[in-house]
C-alpha cells in the first residue's frame, strides 16, 4: 500500500485515502455519499474522515451538503475537479497495481488470491448482517 500510496503521491498529489474517496463517490449514482458510508468504506474514523474531507474541499475535489432526507447527515459530493483529479489518476494507479502485484503473480495465483478474497468478503458481509 505504501508504494501505491507513493506512486499517486509523487504523480498526481493524491493520497490513496483521497482516491478511493473519489472512486466511491464516483461509483454512486448521484456522485454523493453519506459520510458514514464513505468512513465505513474507507475504513476510517468518522472524525478522521471529516479532517480529510475537509482537506479535499480545500483543494476542490468535494463539497459538503446536508442530506435531504434526514437533514441529520452530511453528504460528501465529488465535484468537476474531483472527477478529472480522479480520471487523471487513475492510469497510474492502474499501472501501480499491475507492476507491484499482478504481473508478479501466475494465473494460477490470481485464481486463488480471487478465492482467498471472495472468501474473506463473504465471511465479512455475514458478520456484518448478525451485526
Known sequence: MG?????????HDLTMAEYRI?????EAPDGSRRMSE????????????THQIRRMEADGMVERNNCVDDGRGVLAVITD????RL?????????????????????????????????????????SDKG
Not at 464513505?38 to 478522521?48: F, K, Q, Y
Not at 497495481?97 to 478465492?115: F, I, N, P, Q
Open 87 to 127: 480520471e487523471d489518476a487513475a492510469p497510474t494507479h492502474v499501472n501501480s497495481v499491475r507492476a507491484h502485484l499482478v504481473d508478479l503473480l501466475t494465473a494460477k495465483e490470481l485464481s486463488v488470491l480471487g478465492d482467498i478474497f471472495e472468501k474473506v468478503d463473504a465471511a465479512m458481509g455475514s458478520s
Open 38 to 49: 464513505l468512513a465505513d468504506g474507507v475504513l476510517s474514523s468518522r472524525s478522521r474522515l
Open 81 to 84: 475537479e474531483g472527477t478529472r
Open 22 to 26: 473519489l472512486v466511491m463517490l464516483s
Open 3 to 11: 508504494v501505491l500510496n507513493k506512486d499517486l503521491q509523487d504523480a
